[in-house]
Structure formats: structure tokens, C-alpha cells
């Protein structure tokens, strides 16, 4: 296999001598490409940056919107957004991490069950996340809401947009990201350790929670802190199964519906009266979601650089 | 590799007569062995309750002659109107699918070109503390919501672009694909980079010592060994393109037009349901033909996915034959 590979490829190496003024010219040009996609996020950030950071108050933080969301602040955006990935965490990395350790751990690889997760996993990753929102509204909402309310007799109680379904839906959406990393966290641990464990009597569950969990950690919170990140920007999937274009208080329960700061940027950028009156508050609510995402995302770029460091030490 | 091992601790367990606990133990193994792999099916559980509840929801545009009425397989193709609000709703498909088209085809012309060059400078040519100060920017761009990215096209961007192009609609199809690419690039081009690093280094050692030069070597050599990857990584790019939405609902218009031309607004399939599902009646025709479209994103997605997997496979396969 290698050699049908590499042996025709090599044919067209006449051309070395005079090709040599071209390769270097393309040879910049890829670097020219990659100079570009840093301007292009450069402009993007520094525009956002620029006009966002003079927005961007303890008031601002802090107070609610006014004035038909022309004026005041973003708090209830904030504090929704908190919550929604409060609950999306605790219901996401039990169910992800346990996932993990199946796969790692216990499942033979060439089983049709191991396959048949390993491909959901992959697949899953890939779904458009309006589908994701099809779906909460379709089965949670329509479905299990709905259907609790018939079977509790409650009155509308489960079965509307609330803050529990669309954690949940996010929550569904980010399972593949929790998998895939703390399964790469399991991958760290070294062999040794496990039989060492073993070895003084552990059994495997007592290894598991004792040893392997322990030294997995940094990797699984990477995880975590991804699905967080990506779980605080997305907006298609909760605006079907939660998100509120504008509400007086906070929610006081996960049945209450909540606002959110990607789906306020949304809101505020596409439905706002006057745009140009909007606009400081729109940019500072941009620089905060960004602020928020990118501090995540730095921990969690931090955390595997060091997995990493220690994984690559060990070989 | 396990099983030996714990056998060993139960014969040194045997000895001290605890057989009582290590009946406990073993039951509670049992019980957390079938909860793990409990946890691992939620993943399959997912995926084929996507598959059931969306496809359940688009049902009765195949079944039920009270939603053909308005809304049927042959309704959508019949009319190249999509007004699905009005006295007489008009379900025509065509406007979206070359919206769609149109977009994704705009987003992938920017982005490939751009991530596939910057994957082979970073993993052929770039010296280390470039290379470490390349792969932060792409993280960066991967962490930016698309959302942000919606709001960047719309506020910013349309207005350059139309200041350059002299287009008459703000915002359209060029506009909303360059966003939209802007997004996909970080896809690509962590595929690509993964790829292309996964090549041996004997490979590249082998071509320069017959006298490539270090362009040869990439183009000839390295892009054709990781072309499996660097396939999958623009097959996922494409997936992630054509399922996207807050980009395209904020920057394109969202204009249900049939034209050829990229400075027209388009509207997307995503974009149609993000738009229209809030205000629709439960159950409805419209109701219906909003997760029809999200039944064929599905599909189309999960079909270029399940093939980029392929190329995945087939990279490994060849690389491990190497």
C-alpha cells in the first residue's frame, strides 16, 4: 500500500530545477493565506473590541433593560445564560463522562454495540444545531412535556419552552464534545497505574473512581469547560425551547422561560426599533458574550495543552 | 489485559474468607458496568430519537390528506414561491434550495482555499512560534458564536461589501456566504492541519533527499498522502455550511428569491425554520413543512458526515499501511 502510494507521485520530479522560483511563491502564498484568516479575526475581534468596551459597565452588568431594550443593561441575559449552562452541566457530564469510561474501559472495540455508539457519537457531532431545536420542541417539549402534563394533570406546566428543555436540548448537542474529550483524558492515564491498582485488589469500578478519575480530571473539566462555551453562544436550539425575546424577572424555576445573551444579540441586532439607538448596548452585549466564551475556551485550551504536555512525556 | 489481573487480587482476597463482601462487590460491578454502558447508549438514544421525532413532526406532509391539502410533496415542487403566510400559503422549495446553494457555494469558494493553504503552512513551512501563533487565531475564530458572527456580517461587514461591490441589496448571498465561511474555516482547517501532520516524516525525508524542493514535497507528496483527510475536513466544512443558521438569518436577507446572482438576499432552509417556527400554529401545514426542511438538513448532513467518516477511515487505513 505504501509503495502504490508514495512510488507514482514522485514521478513529476524533473520539474524540480525550474519549479524552484514558482514553489517559492507558493510556498508564501500558503503563508499569505494563513496572515489573512489572523487579520480577518483581528478586524472582527478589534471591531467588536472598539465599539463594545465603552459599553461595558458595572451598570450595564448589572441593570435590567429599559426603554423598549434601548437603554439599562443585560443582567436577566447574564444571569439565563448562567443558569441555562448551569443545568446543562450537571445534566451533560454525569451521562458523558459515564459514556467515556464505557468506551475507554469496559467496551469490547469490535462489538456492534461499541460501533454503534462510537458512530452516534460521530454522527451526532454533525447535526445542524436547528435541528437540535426541531427536536427539543418536538420531543421534549411536544412530546415528554406534553405527556407529563396529561399523566400529572398539571396545566401546562412541562410541556412549554422552559429553561429545563432547552438546557436539556443544549445538553443532548454537547454530549459528543464531553465524550471525545474525557475519553482522550482516559487515554493519559497510564496502563501502569490501572495495574498497579489491580494488582493491590481494587476491583475495576474501585480503579476507576479512585485512580483513573482522579488523574482524567484535567481532561474531563477541559470538556466541561468546552461544552460550556459553546453551550453560553448557541442560540438556534433554545429559541424554540425556552429563550424569551423579553421578560420582566428572572426565572425562579427551570419552568420559566429566560433570556439569553446570544439569543438578546440576536434579538437586539434583527427586531430593534431603532438600530442606531441600540447599537452601544448591542455591541456591549457582543463583547461579553465574546469576553465569556473566550475566558472559557483560554481555561480550556490551558487545561489540554497540559494533558497534552503530559501524554506526549510519557511516550 | 484485565481479567488476569483481578483475578490475582481475588485469590489474595480469597484467603482472608471475605466472600460475603466480594458477593457485594461483584453486584455492584454488575449494576455500575450496566449503568456505564447505560450512559454510552444515551449517545444512540440521541441520535435515533433526532431521527424519530423530526421525521414524526414532518410525517403528515406524506400521510395526512388534511395537511396535503396545503402542503404535499407535490406542492413544493409545483410553484417556485415560498410564502408560506397569506390567504393561499405557498410552499414552493426551490427559492430555499438555491438560497442554500447559493450561500453554501459562496462560504465554501472563501473558506477552503484559505484553510486548506494555512493547514499546509502550518504543517509544511511555518516555523514553530508562527505555527504556535496560528493555531490560537483559529481557536479563536472556532470560539466565536456564530450568532457574533451573524451580528459582524450584519452590522459591519454588509456595509463594507456594499461599499465595495456596489450591490443594491445590503444584505445577500456573498455577504452571508463570506460570514458563513468565516465559520467554516476553522473546521477545515483543523482537519486538514490533523491530516497532514499524521503523515510520516520518512515520506517528506524521502522526496527531499531525491531533490524536491520543500513546495514539491507538500504539493506532491504530503497534500496526496493526507488527501483522504484533507477530503473529510471539507466534507465536514460542507456539512457544518449547509446546517448553519444564525449567520445566514442575520446575513442574508432572508428574501425567498430564485436567482443565479450572488448580490440578491436569499433565504436559507435553516434560516426559514429559525424564522418561521416561533409564529406557527401547532400541528399546522406550515408546522409540518418547517421540520420537513429540517428532515432533509438532517439528511443531507448525516449523509455527508457518515462520508467524511469514510475518508477518516480510509486516512488511517492508509497511513497505518505506510
Given at each position: ?17 525550474a ?25 472582527i ?67 456492534w ?6 458512530f ?35 396545566d401546562?406546566?412541562w ?14 448537542l ?10 482522550e483524558?482516559?487515554?493519559t ?25 482522579p488523574?482524567?480530571m ?24 425556552g429563550a424569551a ?15 439569553e445573551?446570544?439569543?438578546?444579540i440576536?434579538?437586539?441586532s434583527?427586531q430593534s426599533p ?26 480550556a ?15 | ?12 482476597h480469597?484467603?482472608y474468607?471475605?466472600?460475603a ?7 455492584a ?18 441520535l ?79 516555523p ?7 493555531k ?5 475564530l472556532a470560539?466565536?458564536?456564530?450568532v ?47 491530516a ?9 525525508e ?18 496526496p498522502?493526507?488527501?483522504?483527510g484533507?477530503?473529510?475536513g ?26 443565479g446572482?450572488?448580490f ?7 434560516a ?29 448532513t ?8 469514510l ?12
Amino acid at each position: 500500500m505504501s509503495t502504490a502510494l508514495s512510488a507514482p507521485r514522485l514521478a513529476p520530479l524533473p520539474k524540480a530545477r525550474a519549479g524552484d522560483g514558482s514553489g517559492f511563491a507558493l510556498t508564501g502564498l500558503t503563508g499569505f493565506a494563513a496572515l489573512l484568516i489572523v487579520l480577518m479575526v483581528a478586524v472582527i475581534m478589534g471591531n467588536i473590541a472598539w465599539f463594545g468596551w465603552r459599553s461595558v459597565t458595572w451598570e450595564f452588568l448589572a441593570a435590567t433593560p429599559k426603554e423598549g431594550m434601548t437603554a439599562g443593561g443585560i443582567f436577566p441575559a447574564i444571569f439565563g445564560t448562567v443558569a441555562l449552562v448551569v443545568l446543562m452541566v450537571v445534566a451533560l457530564v454525569p451521562f458523558g463522562v459515564g459514556a467515556a469510561i464505557y468506551l475507554h474501559e469496559y467496551a469490547p472495540p469490535q462489538s456492534w454495540f461499541t460501533r454503534a455508539v462510537r458512530f452516534s457519537v460521530n454522527n451526532l457531532a454533525g447535526v445542524p444545531s436547528i435541528v437540535f431545536g426541531l427536536f427539543g420542541l418536538g420531543f421534549f417539549i411536544m412530546f415528554v412535556g406534553r405527556g407529563l402534563d396529561r399523566v400529572t394533570g398539571a396545566d401546562m406546566l412541562w410541556g412549554q419552552p422552559s429553561l429545563l428543555w432547552a438546557a436539556l436540548t443544549l445538553a443532548l448537542l454537547n454530549l459528543p464534545t464531553v465524550i471525545v474529550t474525557a475519553e482522550e483524558a482516559l487515554r493519559t492515564v497510564p496502563r501502569e497505574m490501572r495495574e498497579a491498582s489491580m494488582a493491590l485488589g481494587a476491583t475495576k469500578w474501585q480503579t476507576i473512581w479512585h485512580v483513573l478519575l482522579p488523574q482524567a480530571m484535567p481532561g474531563i473539566l477541559t470538556g466541561a469547560i468546552l461544552s460550556v462555551s459553546r453551550g453560553a453562544g448557541e442560540v438556534a436550539p433554545i429559541m424554540f425551547t425556552g429563550a424569551a425575546y423579553f421578560l420582566p424577572y428572572l426565572p425562579s424555576s427551570p419552568f420559566d422561560q429566560f433570556m439569553e445573551l446570544g439569543y438578546h444579540i440576536f434579538v437586539l441586532s434583527t427586531q430593534s426599533p431603532n438600530v442606531d439607538q441600540t447599537k452601544p448596548i448591542l455591541y456591549g452585549t457582543v463583547l461579553v458574550l465574546l469576553l465569556l466564551t473566550f475566558l472559557l475556551n483560554l481555561t480550556a485550551i490551558l487545561l489540554r495543552a497540559r494533558m497534552r504536555a503530559k501524554l506526549a512525556g510519557r511516550d | 489485559m484485565s481479567t488476569p489481573l483481578s483475578r490475582i487480587g481475588s485469590i489474595e482476597h480469597a484467603g482472608y474468607g471475605a466472600s460475603a463482601r466480594r458477593r457485594w462487590q461483584r453486584a455492584a460491578e454488575a449494576v455500575i458496568t450496566v449503568a456505564l454502558r447505560g450512559c454510552a447508549f444515551l449517545a444512540v438514544a440521541g441520535l435515533l430519537l433526532i431521527v424519530v421525532f423530526v421525521f414524526k413532526e414532518a410525517l403528515p406532509i406524506l400521510t395526512s390528506a388534511e395537511t396535503q391539502k396545503e402542503a404535499s410533496l407535490a406542492g413544493f415542487a409545483a410553484t417556485p414561491l415560498w410564502q408560506p403566510v397569506g390567504d393561499v400559503p405557498k410552499y414552493g422549495m426551490l427559492p430555499l434550495f438555491v438560497g442554500t446553494l447559493k450561500v453554501v457555494l459562496v462560504a465554501m469558494l472563501f473558506a477552503v482555499p484559505f484553510a486548506v493553504l494555512a493547514a499546509v503552512f502550518a504543517s509544511e513551512f511555518a516555523p514553530a512560534r508562527v505555527r504556535e501563533a496560528l493555531k490560537p487565531a483559529i481557536e479563536i475564530l472556532a470560539g466565536i458564536p456564530s450568532v457574533v458572527l451573524g451580528f459582524f456580517a450584519l452590522m459591519v461587514m454588509a456595509s463594507w461589501l456594499q461599499a465595495v461591490t456596489g450591490s443594491v441589496v445590503r444584505l445577500n448571498a456573498l455577504n452571508a456566504g463570506i460570514a458563513l465561511g468565516l465559520g467554516v474555516i476553522p473546521t477545515v482547517f483543523t482537519v486538514c492541519e490533523d491530516a497532514l501532520r499524521a503523515v510520516p516524516k520518512s515520506f517528506r525525508e524521502a522526496s527531499l533527499a531525491l531533490g524536491a524542493t520543500p513546495w514539491q514535497t507538500a504539493w506532491h507528496v504530503t497534500l496526496p498522502a493526507a488527501g483522504a483527510g484533507v477530503s473529510a475536513g471539507i466534507l465536514l466544512g460542507l456539512a457544518r455550511a449547509v446546517g448553519e443558521t444564525m449567520i445566514v438569518l442575520m446575513a442574508s436577507g432572508n428574501a425567498a428569491i430564485v436567482s443565479g446572482s450572488v448580490f440578491d438576499s436569499v433565504r436559507t432552509m435553516s434560516a426559514s425554520i429559525a424564522a418561521e417556527l416561533a409564529e406557527v400554529v401547532f400541528g399546522s401545514p406550515h408546522y409540518s413543512t418547517l421540520f420537513f426542511l429540517g428532515a432533509i438538513l438532517f439528511a443531507i448532513t448525516f449523509v455527508i458526515n457518515v462520508l467524511a467518516g469514510l475518508f477518516v477511515e480510509r486516512l488511517r487505513q492508509r497511513l497505518a499501511g505506510a
